[in-house]
């Protein structure tokens, strides 16, 4: 059984940061993509960032600048760091990770339970 644990979101002011946190655990032989998600009431939910195994990174134009996504292989972590954050930013954010359990396993998509991020003066 693998779960995602994400944790960091709370309330910030506009211009402030935030980080976020998502940890898997359990089952895992092999974590490929990880990333960062959000979804708004009433829409679609949308990538933010994304990391693979190796590194490479890809973000949201309306994050590139501000957002910074990370990982540490060893920890089976991926962060969010969230900088100049502004009221459209506020939503749910939710860890994503492309994890194989074990061998002779298909590699599947595994979902955090959401944290909320809220930018408010």
């Known amino acids: 059984q693998v779960q995602l644990v994400e944790s960091g979101g709370g309330l910030v002011q506009p211009g402030g940061s935030l980080r976020l946190s998502c940890a898997a655990s359990?089952?895992?032989?092999?974590?490929?993509?990880m990333g960062w998600y959000r979804q708004a009431p009433g829409k679609q939910r949308e990538l933010v960032a994304a990391?693979?195994?190796?590194?490479?990174?890809n973000y949201a134009d309306s994050v590139k600048g501000r957002f910074t996504i990370s990982r540490d292989n060893a920890k089976n972590t991926v962060y969010l760091q969230m900088n100049s954050l502004k009221p459209e930013d506020t939503t749910v954010y939710y860890c994503n990770a492309d994890i194989r359990a074990s061998i002779g396993i298909a590699r599947r998509g595994y979902w955090g339970q959401g944290t909320q991020v809220t930018v408010s003066s």
């Open positions: 990391i693979t195994s190796s590194g490479s990174t």
């Open positions: 359990g089952s895992i032989f092999i974590i490929y993509t």
